[in-house]
């Protein structure tokens, strides 16, 4: 009988904190306006081309679901149409779709359904392709006892300027690994009886699950927001990355608590991290104790990445209301809110930071 690699499921799914614990407790996602996300596309529309680029509000509804029904009205396939990531179910998500351009004329901005409305409407050159965004704005309700948004607001507070301060671990979000850890505990199955779809989503929890486990073991020793000779660190918001040979001098360091510069940690893949010194024992150990889940990767081919470890939370902002606080901040592609939002709040155990 095959056994589950003890600590990937805890990694993955409750690595720790490095802020301490929550200075409050509060309720997140009561309903879909209580957490509503806007893909910022760092990009404008071309004006002219042989497709559409939609800007579409949805509610209630998943990404690929809404990319049917885009396909069904422009009659083409689901796979031609393109947009920049998934975005969650359960809230209010403004996001970029792409479809060719219909044979018929379609009024676009006249789509108005259930579930979702398509806000804007531009010609463009290209298929949007995944990853194609500079970041997203969210906006979260973290709800509170009748009348305590005040409280809230005032135990929340300090956090919140240590979190514009110091940023937070870059965490993969629990979505990442599917409802209660489903698509982590598929590793075992191996490539060949998952289908193409399933793979992606399995592959995708390995990496990340990998990932959180170094992730969190930095965290555990106060280096995560820190280079040490032998990371290889990356610009804030840029994919340029550049080795750290020696211990850091005082120009570099003050960039990094600026969090202008970050170090990394790998995405699992063939062949060794380009890390050294005692980064590279740490995530080769750590990588020894999930052969099934660097196995899965080293499998299918995937080449060693890297990733940010720590996440720089930019426009931070908060109101409190009358039974909650409302928080909003940007986080670059590739950051998960929940990374933020377990930082500052302790929620229910049924809730997405659980």
């Known amino acids: 009988m095959q056994t589950r690699e003890p600590t990937a499921h805890g990694a993955a799914l409750s690595p720790p904190r490095a802020l301490g614990a929550p200075p409050a407790r ?8 209580d957490f509503v996300v806007e893909e910022d596309l760092g990009f404008t529309p071309a004006g002219s081309g042989p497709h559409w680029l939609l800007r579409v509000r949805k509610r209630n509804a998943n990404t690929q679901w809404v990319a049917g029904q885009l396909a069904r009205i422009a009659g083409c396939r689901p796979r031609e149409v393109g947009y920049a990531g998934l975005k969650d179910r359960r809230a209010i998500a403004v996001q970029w779709f792409s479809v060719p351009q219909p044979r018929a004329p379609v009024a676009w901005s006249a789509v108005r359904e259930a579930d979702f409305e398509v806000l804007e409407a531009h010609p463009h050159t290209r298929k949007l392709p995944r990853g194609a ?3 997203n704005r969210f906006t979260v309700r973290l709800g509170t006892r009748q009348g305590g948004g005040a409280r809230l607001a005032a135990d929340l507070e300090a956090r919140l300027a240590d979190v514009a301060r110091r940023g937070v671990p870059n965490y993969f979000g629990p979505q990442r690994f599917g409802l209660d850890g489903a698509n982590l505990a598929r590793a075992s199955e191996g490539l060949r009886r998952l289908g193409p779809r399933e793979r992606g989503f399995v592959l995708s929890a390995a990496r990340s699950a990998l990932f959180n486990a170094v992730l969190a073991a930095r965290v555990g020793e106060g280096s995560w927001e820190h280079l040490e000779p032998g990371d290889l660190a990356i610009l804030d918001g840029r994919g340029s990355f550049f080795p750290v040979d020696r211990a850091a001098d005082e ?16 995405m699992w893949g063939k062949g060794t991290p380009a890390t050294g010194a005692r980064v590279l024992e740490l995530e080769s150990r750590l990588a020894a104790e999930y052969p099934q889940l660097t196995g899965l990767c080293v499998a299918a081919g995937m080449s060693q990445e890297r990733r940010s470890l720590r996440l720089a939370v930019r426009e931070l902002a ?24 377990r930082e500052l709040i302790e929620a229910p155990p049924d809730s997405d930071l659980a």
């Open 251 to 266: 120009t570099l360091s003050d960039r990094c608590r600026r969090l202008e510069v970050h170090p990394t940690g790998p």
């Open 318 to 341: 908060f109101e409190p209301e009358a039974d909650a606080v409302l928080v909003g901040f940007h986080l670059p592609r590739g950051g998960f809110a929940t990374a933020v939002l």
């Open 133 to 135: 965004l500079a970041g």
């Open 26 to 33: 509060a309720l997140l996602r009561g309903a879909p306006e």
